[in-house]
């Protein structure tokens, strides 16, 4: 069941492509291998000589190195091996501990809680070696040993695949401090001169975030206020864009606080297993995960390679007021409801996912609408909706340069993109003042499902053509920079948005119908064409999702609701 298991995991993480920062590092290993030097300004961008800190260089060229490889069904692949060897790598860790099979089955599920972080991006490189620090730290405890030396080589590869190495120092602080106190009391498994190595090797793992192209930039970072998005200025406006760079909050994340929950439950239950270092351990990075979201993955790993023991001595206390022919009952009890939550947790994941799909999501990304942009040399300078910067650098570069993308280290273009993106007055002096001429547009946001503003100021303003539109894509031009005859050849009737934008909200919804706005832009949409049933229903998905109360589509609903239901079907 387990082994069946891990290769549930590994399928389901072996998929199609579907994050925009893949494309950017795509086209950053590309320049390091052809230029054979390395990226310190924002080259891509209309912000080329801003400094850019990319701190997953190396995961940069490994992503280059396989897309030569295999294309983007090799990069499926290599998501889908990080994400297994992590999940094999929690488990190893759970055995060492002495987990039965039976309770590391159990355990297994909250892997399943961190699924929102598996994308290809560089962060996979951090939950590898997290759950790798986190086995040999385990092994060393039981074991002492030199194998903790293997700890300072794999700082290095991490360091200079993901900035998310300074995970390393609260990990190695648990540990410390944890077998420190256990030492100072005498219940610790370790010699003196096991916990010394320990020390010796947590000074070597520091040492190696020295070595990396980016030494000084490293420690700025670790030492100052600077965040995603050009530091203090910045790192408002990324926010809005990336939805893990929140706190976690009850609303957000229910299973975060379910999971804390159960864990002080299973560690109360299974008191007798408790050492001050899985306190340590799991303190911190449940404090880590209430911070920011995207840190509550670690916390789900934790519980995998660390509760099982807890659960296992939970078990045996309870079994132990049942005579023998029970407890075996039992144990094949909470097997089988071990693989029924199991299964529970992972069909979500496999509606959505399959198993072993791999290759590119093509309608994520404009693929048609940058093979436009290439065979009519659209004029320059593009902008472009935020999250497709990346594709649109890595086909197009360096014929065109795009105005931002999501891994945007200028405050001021996050400032300037943000403007135009929702449509905020002052949209056409940016234009004006980068001399933007081509507008390629995602139909709707990725977060929410709703169409970008700027959509209907474009349609709607006169030197503004639409020439272009796809099942998410647009592309607009400046009338007067292309020639009147191609214009009048490629220009498109003003409904062409309308079905963008709902052929796109309709994708976003069946692959998460927790876009709620997308159900929103379907119902507008749909009401306008008169298709009054399709329209009902998708205000009823918006109104049972939308997080806060919506008078309009209320009111709507309430019209709509009895026409449709008695057959009339006129408004």
């Known amino acids: 069941m387990l082994f069946a298991a891990l290769l ?66 090799a990069l499926s692949v290599i998501k889908g091996l990080a994400l297994g060897g992590t999940a094999l790598a929690l488990l190893w860790t759970a055995r060492v501990r002495g987990a039965s099979w039976c309770a590391m089955l159990l355990l297994l599920t909250p892997f399943w809680l961190s699924r929102g972080g598996w994308t290809a991006r560089p962060q996979l490189w951090t939950f590898l070696f997290f759950a790798l620090f986190v086995l040999i730290l385990e092994r060393h405890r039981r074991q002492g040993g030199k194998l903790v030396f293997l700890l300072p080589p794999l700082m290095l590869l991490w360091v200079n695949l993901h900035a998310g190495a300074v995970l390393a120092v609260p990990i190695l602080a648990a540990y410390l401090v944890g077998e420190g106190g256990a030492l100072a009391l005498g219940k610790s498994t370790l010699s003196r001169a096991a916990y010394k190595r320990l020390w010796l090797a947590a000074g070597l793992v520091l040492l190696g975030f020295l070595f990396t192209p980016y030494t000084k930039e490293f420690i700025d970072t670790l030492f100052s206020a600077h965040q995603l998005g050009g530091g203090k200025e910045g790192a408002p406006i990324a926010q809005v864009f990336n939805m893990d760079w929140r706190p976690t909050t009850f609303a957000t994340d229910p299973y975060f606080y379910y999971g804390l929950a159960g864990t002080a439950l299973l ?192 349609r709607k303003d006169p030197e503004w053509r639409l020439v272009f539109a796809d099942v998410s894509a647009l592309i607009f031009v400046r009338g007067d920079a292309v020639a009147a005859d191609w214009l009048a050849q490629y220009e498109l009737p003003d409904s062409r948005v309308d079905d963008t934008i709902l052929s796109e909200a309709r994708l976003l919804v069946e692959m998460e119908p927790q876009r709620y706005k997308g159900w929103w832009e379907i119902a507008r949409i749909q009401m306008a064409r008169k298709e009054y049933p399709e329209a009902l229903f998708a205000l009823e998905q918006d109104l049972r999702r939308t997080p806060q109360r919506d008078v309009q589509a209320e009111n709507l609903y309430r019209m709509l609701y009895p026409l449709v239901r008695t057959g009339d079907g006129r408004p």
Not at 444 to 453: A, K, L, N, W
């Open 267 to 458: 560690m109360a239950l299974g008191w007798r297993r408790l050492t001050l270092a899985d306190l340590c351990l799991l303190g911190g990075l449940a404090i880590m995960g209430q911070q920011l979201s995207r840190h509550t993955s670690f916390f789900f790993f934790a519980m995998t390679a660390i509760l099982p023991v807890y659960a296992d001595s939970a078990a045996a206390w309870i079994s132990s007021r049942f005579p023998l022919g029970i407890k075996s009952l039992l144990r094949w009890t909470a097997t089988l409801a071990a693989a029924a939550i199991f299964i529970h947790y992972a069909l979500p994941a496999y509606h959505t996912y399959g198993l072993f799909r791999t290759g590119l999501r093509t309608w994520h990304f404009p693929v048609a609408a940058a093979e436009f942009v290439k065979e009519h040399r659209l004029p320059a300078n593009i902008y472009n909706t935020y999250d497709w910067g990346g594709y649109l650098a890595w086909t197009l570069y360096p014929e065109h340069r795009v105005f931002w993308d999501a891994r945007q280290n200028s405050a001021e273009m996050f400032s300037y993109g943000w403007r135009v993106m929702s449509g905020h007055p002052g949209w056409e002096e940016v234009f004006e003042k980068f001399d933007v001429k081509t507008v390629v547009t995602k139909g709707c946001t990725v977060d929410t499902g709703q169409h970008y503003p700027i959509i209907d100021l474009l």
């Open 8 to 73: 549930t995991i590994l399928g389901v993480a072996t998929t199609v492509i579907h994050d925009f920062d893949t494309f950017w590092q795509l086209q950053s290993g590309k320049y390091m291998v052809e230029t054979l030097s390395i990226i310190r300004t924002d080259l891509f961008t209309l912000a080329a000589d801003v400094p850019r800190f990319e701190h997953c260089w190396l995961h940069d060229l490994l992503l280059y190195f396989g897309y030569q490889l295999g294309g983007y069904h």
